[in-house]
């Protein structure tokens, strides 16, 4: 059976999105990286025309999401169990009518929390679709699709030991192809400083559009993924999609230096936005960087609304909107 995971600009059917639960791996920052979901879960249904599915994975963050979403049009509240709220990357890909699921190993073993492992299946069984179990260890934020079969991925996760040992770009090529329709992989080197995700690629680059890809650039003085960042542009620029057309590639100001509580850099990035059926959720970290990329990104979406949310709090756990979110297609 021949397919494709579709582009994220592609109809959805639903948006699944986690809500912050636990309040032992959050702690202070439980209820504003809540406040800033329910933002998020709020523009998605209504700006953004997204029917959403919220999945909490703890009864008090279930009563904390009635309480905050309870009613509100379009916000369906679905219990389940998870660790955290990484839906990108603990829930299944979808794709042909199908959920595609995968091992899931905490990011290389670095967080490996109860539950987790089952949210595909969970999701799956929520939305109907029959799940479909590969048995090689993937996250979903570490894969970004064109629709026509084209795989942006970097080789710093994807190739990463503590991931699936002995795999070459031809091996993952090849179980790609099979688990998710890839019909080429665009191979980036390096992803943003201290990503505990091992440079997922949502972070990085994203497709905007047929053989167009978004990569950020350098915004002030001492941006800590200047580098990073140039190097992915230089190699899309020399790189074509599955069709053999030469790749368009868009700058889109960097949040630049973002503090962390221990003083070093955050993985803070504008690409982690989240492409709904009518509007582009840019996360924000910092008032004037958050603006110029809001700016540049309505440039690239000019059928959708952009809207630019705070994700400062929900920064702290260690990714963005992209990583809570999988869209299901229609």
Same mark, same amino acid.
């Given at each position: 059976?021949?397919?494709?995971?579709?582009?994220?600009?592609?109809?959805?059917?639903?948006?699944?999105?986690?809500?912050?639960?636990?309040?032992?791996?959050?702690?202070?920052?439980?209820?504003?990286?809540?406040?800033?979901?329910?933002?998020?879960?709020?523009?998605?249904?209504?700006?953004?025309?997204?029917?959403?599915?919220?999945?909490?994975?703890?009864?008090?963050?279930?009563?904390?999401?009635?309480?905050?979403?309870?009613?509100?049009?379009?916000?369906?509240?679905? &219990?389940?169990?998870?660790?955290?709220?990484?839906?990108?990357?603990?829930?299944?890909?979808?794709?042909?009518?199908?959920?595609?699921?995968?091992?899931?190993?905490?990011?290389?073993?670095?967080?490996?929390?109860?539950?987790?492992?089952?949210?595909?299946? $969970?999701?799956?069984?929520?939305?109907?679709?029959?799940?479909?179990?590969?048995?090689?260890?993937?996250?979903?934020?570490?894969?970004?699709?064109?629709?026509?079969?084209?795989?942006?991925?970097?080789? $710093?996760?994807?190739?990463?030991?503590?991931?699936?040992?002995?795999?070459?770009?031809?091996?993952?090529?090849?179980?790609?192809?099979?688990?998710?329709?890839?019909?080429?992989?665009?191979?980036?080197?390096?992803?943003?400083?201290?990503?505990?995700?091992?440079? /997922?690629?949502?972070?990085?680059?994203?497709?905007?559009?047929?053989?167009?890809?978004?990569?950020?650039?350098?915004?002030?003085?001492?941006?800590?993924?200047?580098?990073?960042?140039?190097?992915?542009?230089?190699?899309?620029?020399?790189?074509?999609?599955?069709?053999?057309?030469?790749?368009?590639?868009?700058?889109?100001?960097?949040?630049?230096?973002?503090?962390?509580?221990?003083?070093?850099?955050?993985?803070?990035?504008?690409?982690?936005?989240?492409?709904?059926?009518?509007?582009?959720?840019?996360?924000?970290?910092?008032?004037?960087?958050?603006?110029?990329?809001?700016?540049?990104?309505?440039?690239?979406?000019?059928?959708?609304?952009?809207?630019?949310?705070?994700?400062?709090?929900?920064?702290?756990?260690?990714?963005?909107? /992209?990583?809570?979110?999988? $869209?299901? &297609?229609?």
């Amino acid at each position: 059976m021949s397919f494709v995971v579709p582009a994220e600009w592609a109809p959805h059917k639903a948006m699944w999105l986690g809500f912050p639960s636990h309040a032992d791996l959050w702690e202070d920052n439980l209820g504003p990286a809540q406040a800033e979901v329910a933002a998020l879960a709020r523009a998605l249904a209504g700006p953004g025309g997204e029917v959403v599915k919220l999945m909490t994975g703890h009864p008090d963050g279930e009563a904390a999401a009635r309480e905050l979403l309870g009613g509100v049009p379009g916000i369906e509240i679905v &219990p389940g169990a998870f660790g955290d709220i990484w839906l990108r990357d603990t829930g299944p890909i979808f794709a042909d009518g199908r959920a595609h699921g995968f091992r899931f190993n905490g990011w290389g073993g670095k967080y490996e929390l109860e539950h987790d492992d089952k949210v595909a299946a $969970q999701i799956a069984a929520a939305s109907g679709a029959a799940l479909v179990a590969n048995d090689f260890i993937l996250e979903g934020g570490a894969v970004d699709h064109d629709g026509a079969g084209t795989v942006l991925t970097t080789g $710093q996760c994807l190739l990463n030991r503590n991931r699936n040992p002995g795999w070459t770009e031809e091996v993952a090529a090849e179980a790609l192809g099979k688990a998710l329709g890839a019909k080429k992989l665009l191979w980036l080197g390096e992803g943003l400083v201290n990503d505990h995700t091992d440079g /997922h690629v949502d972070n990085l680059a994203r497709f905007v559009a047929p053989a167009t890809v978004a990569i950020p650039v350098a915004w002030g003085k001492g941006d800590p993924n200047a580098p990073a960042f140039d190097d992915a542009a230089r190699r899309l620029a020399e790189m074509t999609d599955a069709e053999g057309r030469k790749l368009k590639v868009v700058r889109i100001p960097s949040p630049g230096w973002i503090d962390g509580d221990d003083g070093r850099p955050v993985p803070a990035s504008h690409m982690n936005f989240l492409i709904a059926n009518r509007a582009v959720i840019v996360p924000i970290y910092a008032e004037q960087p958050g603006q110029f990329a809001v700016g540049a990104l309505n440039e690239v979406f000019p059928d959708r609304e952009v809207i630019g949310l705070p994700s400062t709090a929900i920064l702290s756990g260690g990714g963005s909107f /992209h990583c809570i979110t999988q $869209q299901e &297609p229609a």
